[in-house]
């Protein structure tokens, strides 16, 4: 798959019926589950609506990262060096790990303490990186992407075109998190959450770190 500078109506009909395919396909993997979803719902829930949408920016930059190698091959290189794709699942199981660990500690904090406007352990800046590494950490997500770019870019494509796919993908994942941080960080769930604080956090702090675990666990048996 090579960029093809040629436009024609045809080219366009191509591009077009590819960008919905990619659109589908993309859109259906972002809304599942994951620990993409826990963190920005916990962000948003626990601090507030800025920091949860600053952590969905995130996920829209590290899924333009992966939209990005799968345009320059990502899959040919993970399926030449499976060890390549070995190291991701080790390197992002430990890191969400981490997360798990750090979110299970916190769970007897005050919320006081990490309040917007009391203190500066958390900003709309600081959820966005955290956003982002949470995303590219996911070996599975670069998976998605190279698949799914696999199997509905034309055989040639316009720089043109890889500029609007890279805005699409940015807009379906930081779209995606912008909803979600927006429903949670009202009022109902912000008061859910703090009768429950504590549990709340343990138990995302343990789903953090057991699909961690499992990424670990999969490369180990694979």
Known sequence: MTPNPSINPETLMQDIAALAGIIGALAVGTISPGPSFVMVARLAVATSRANGLGAALGMGAGGVVFAVAAL????????????????????GGLYLCYLGFRIYRAAKVSLAIEAPGQSNATSPSR????????????????????????????????????????????????????????????????????????????????????????LVASAHTA
């Open 72 to 91: 320059l091959g990502l899959q040919a290189v993970l399926l030449a060096v499976p060890a390549v794709y070995l190291a991701l699942k080790v390197l």
């Open 127 to 214: 959820s966005f990186w955290l956003g982002f590494t949470t995303q590219v950490s996911n070996p599975k997500t670069a998976i998605v992407y190279a698949s799914v770019f696999a199997a509905f870019l034309p055989g040639t494509y316009s720089p043109s075109f890889s500029a609007v796919l890279l805005l699409v993908v940015f807009v379906i994942e930081a779209g995606w998190y912008a909803v979600v941080a927006t429903l949670l960080s009202s009022a109902r769930p912000r008061r859910t959450y703090l009768s429950g604080k504590v549990w709340i956090d343990r138990a995302a702090g343990v789903v953090m770190g057991g699909l961690g675990f499992k």
